[in-house]
């Protein structure tokens, strides 16, 4: 079965909504490394008077995980998934928390317009068809120096980490996605993760979009080598671009 793209993501996407916060509150650690991936930002203050831009935000984990640990920040929160959205905006949230239903490739489009002093992206490069492309619009939205946190199934590259992460989703994951109607979307995200990049052959990729300070950072539990937050900063010779 081949990568699931645009479209047809969104679509899969829209019909997992309605079951996905169930199934991620199975997952040991979950929310809690979203929390710890929104802290390594590294925002003073709070936040205070900063726009900060949750990049692939699905039914608001990382949105929560934002608006917790920056409360004075303003949070714009952006999913191409309609269904994710709903989900999202059913839930109770402080009034510098919205919402904007958009791709990450068409922000533009949807009104979404920098500059922001940082940008959250949780699970999602690695299901965009051209992750470059959206890399290069998260450069160009962000303020100078401006700070990027990346948290995702990014594999360490040993032999042992990609066994576990093939393990849990042979042996957890799928099935109960199935039974749920969702194989597919689960199916696709198993591939994703072992297809895509490396936790340091993402920051190599950061790098040369632009991006310095570069670093890799484990998360704890059985998702050691398996999640990463990178995080990375937006570098100030790259002002006029990074191409």
């Given at each position: 079965?081949?990568?699931?793209?645009?479209?047809?993501?969104?679509?899969?996407?829209?019909?997992?909504?309605r079951?996905?916060?169930?199934?991620?509150?199975?997952?040991?650690?979950?929310?809690?490394?979203?929390?710890?991936?929104?802290?390594?930002?590294?925002?003073?203050?709070?936040?205070?008077?900063?726009?900060?831009?949750?990049?692939?935000?699905?039914?608001?984990?990382?949105t929560?995980?934002?608006?917790?640990?920056?409360?004075?920040?303003?949070?714009?929160a952006?999913?191409?998934?309609?269904?994710?959205?709903?989900?999202?905006?059913?839930?109770?949230?402080?009034?510098?928390?919205?919402?904007?239903?958009?791709?990450?490739?068409?922000?533009?489009?949807?009104?979404?317009?920098?500059?922001?002093?940082?940008?959250?992206?949780?699970?999602?490069?690695?299901n965009?068809?051209d992750?470059?492309?959206?890399?290069?619009?998260?450069?160009?939205?962000?303020?100078?120096h401006?700070?990027?946190?990346?948290?995702?199934?990014?594999?360490?590259?040993s032999?042992?980490?990609?066994?576990?992460?093939?393990?849990?989703?042979?042996?957890?994951?799928?099935?109960?996605?199935?039974?749920?109607?969702?194989?597919?979307?689960y199916?696709?995200?198993?591939?994703?993760?072992?297809?895509?990049?490396?936790?340091?052959e993402?920051?190599?990729?950061?790098?040369s979009?632009?991006f310095?300070?570069?670093?890799?950072?484990?998360?704890?539990?059985w998702?050691?080598?398996?999640?990463?937050?990178?995080?990375?900063?937006?570098?100030?010779?790259?002002?006029?671009?990074?191409?």
């Amino acid at each position: 079965m081949p990568l699931l793209r645009d479209a047809d993501l969104a679509a899969a996407f829209d019909h997992a909504a309605r079951s996905y916060d169930a199934l991620v509150a199975a997952n040991p650690g979950y929310h809690a490394h979203l929390r710890r991936s929104a802290r390594r930002l590294g925002l003073p203050d709070g936040g205070r008077d900063m726009r900060v831009l949750d990049l692939g935000c699905g039914t608001g984990a990382s949105t929560a995980a934002l608006a917790a640990q920056l409360p004075g920040a303003r949070i714009i929160a952006v999913d191409a998934s309609a269904g994710m959205l709903q989900r999202a905006a059913r839930k109770s949230w402080p009034d510098n928390v919205s919402f904007v239903h958009a791709p990450a490739e068409r922000l533009a489009e949807a009104g979404v317009e920098g500059p922001f002093d940082a940008v959250f992206a949780a699970y999602l490069f690695r299901n965009a068809a051209d992750p470059d492309a959206v890399l290069a619009a998260v450069h160009d939205l962000l303020t100078p120096h401006g700070r990027l946190a990346v948290h995702d199934y990014t594999l360490s590259g040993s032999a042992v980490h990609r066994a576990v992460w093939t393990a849990v989703c042979g042996a957890i994951v799928l099935p109960a996605a199935t039974a749920l109607g969702d194989g597919k979307l689960y199916r696709h995200l198993w591939r994703s993760v072992v297809e895509f990049d490396t936790a340091d052959e993402f920051a190599a990729r950061l790098r040369s979009a632009g991006f310095d300070r570069v670093r890799v950072l484990p998360l704890p539990g059985w998702q050691t080598g398996i999640t990463h937050t990178v995080v990375a900063r937006r570098s100030i010779g790259d002002v006029g671009g990074a191409r």
